[in-house]
């Protein structure tokens, strides 16, 4: 069992900069493969990073490359999101989640291959 609690939302204006924690407990980190989603107001649920477990390969929608940047601190069991340049758009619940993985340099992008997922955490950009 993992516990994710994420942090580090809040109001922003557009063109900030914006960092996003999630720290995890209870089970190995390293072991996981992390991953970083977002839900508006009234849409679904998007694919926002992921990162393998080794922290080597990251992957991220055409749409966000560029501006975000996954990482993650096995030593602290934390995964990050760096949000730059953020838009209105950027505007949801941004929700962490870990994959126990296979493979070290593995990646997923795909809601239904997460494992555990934290409670989220509001990223409110104004224009």
């Known amino acids: 069992q993992v516990q994710l609690v994420e942090s580090g939302g809040g109001l922003v204006q557009a063109g900030d900069s914006l960092r996003l924690s999630c720290a995890a407990s209870?089970?190995?980190?390293?072991?996981?493969?992390m991953g970083w989603f977002r839900q508006a107001a009234g849409k679904e649920r998007e694919f926002v990073a992921s990162?393998?477990?080794?922290?080597?390969?990251?992957y991220y929608p055409d749409s966000l490359k560029g501006r975000f940047t996954i990482s993650r601190d096995d030593n602290k069991n934390t995964v990050y999101l760096q949000m730059n340049t953020v838009k209105p758009e950027d505007t949801a619940v941004y929700y962490c989640?870990?994959?126990?993985?296979?493979?070290?340099?593995?990646?997923?992008?795909?809601?239904?291959?997460?494992?555990?997922w934290g409670q989220g955490t509001q990223v409110t950009v104004s224009s």
């Open positions: 209870g089970h190995t980190f390293s072991l996981y493969i």
């Open positions: 989640a870990a994959d126990l993985a296979a493979t070290p340099h593995g990646i997923s992008r795909l809601e239904g291959s997460y494992d555990y």
């Open positions: 990162i393998s477990k080794s922290g080597v390969s990251t």
